[in-house]
Structure formats: structure tokens, C-alpha cells
């Protein structure tokens, strides 16, 4: 089994900055990827950040310049700084990842969610 708990949310006021960890526990044979969603008040998970286990980064247009995605491979965690942030940044962020497990001698690859952190950007 595979556990991700993310950290670092908060109240923030608008222009701002944060910094959320995720990191990621249990029989991990390799993770491919990494991916920071958000879900704001009474609207859908959107997806925010990628980062390849092949180091290819994307970003979501409303975050581009203003967030960073960034991982310690070593330490199994993944990092996303948040900056400049306006209070439509506001939302419950989750950590997700495509982790190849051994199951029973089988390679198999699975998306995990983390519990989500509150981001709060408010005067």
C-alpha cells in the first residue's frame, strides 16, 4: 500500500506566498510522476502541476509563472511553491502520483491521492 500526506497550507494574504510537501510512503518501486490538483469552493478537482519521473514539467495557464512544481526523488517528496497568490488560488490542494508497485512478483502502476491541504488567500 502507498501513502502521500501532503503539509504547508494555510491562510495566506493575497500577493503571498506558500510552499506545499507531499511525500509519499509504503512498497514504492518507482514513482512516474507527480501531480499537484486543487479543488475550489463548490467547483471541480482541477488539475494544477505535473512533473515526469523524465523531468518534463507542465503547468496549468491560470498558475503559469506563479507556481513552481519541484520533487527530491531521494526523499520521495514533492514540493509545489506557491507564489504571488490572488484569492482565487484558494482551494484544498491534493497531491497525486503514478507509483509502479510489486505485487506478488508484478509490476503495476496506480494513481494515489493525498488527504488534501486547505489554501486559504485572504485579507
Known amino acids: 500500500q502507498v501513502q502521500l500526506v501532503e503539509s504547508g497550507g494555510g491562510l495566506v494574504q493575497p500577493g503571498g506566498s506558500l510552499r506545499l510537501s507531499c511525500v509519499a510512503s509504503?512498497?514504492?518501486?518507482?514513482?512516474?510522476?507527480w501531480h499537484w490538483y486543487r479543488q475550489p469552493p463548490g467547483k471541480q478537482r482541477e488539475l494544477v502541476a505535473i512533473k515526469t519521473r523524465g523531468g518534463q514539467i507542465n503547468y496549468a495557464d491560470p498558475v503559469k509563472g506563479r507556481f513552481t512544481i519541484s520533487s527530491e526523488d531521494v526523499k520521495r517528496t514533492v514540493y509545489l511553491e506557491l507564489n504571488r497568490l490572488l484569492p482565487e488560488d484558494t482551494a484544498v490542494y491534493y497531491c497525486?502520483?503514478?507509483?509502479?508497485?510489486?505485487?506478488?512478483?508484478?509490476?503495476?502502476?496506480?494513481?494515489?491521492w493525498g488527504q488534501g491541504t486547505q489554501v486559504t488567500v485572504s485579507s
Open positions: 497525486n502520483a503514478e507509483v509502479s508497485t510489486y505485487i506478488q512478483g508484478i509490476l503495476h502502476t496506480s494513481s494515489y
Open positions: 509504503g512498497e514504492i518501486f518507482r514513482i512516474m510522476s
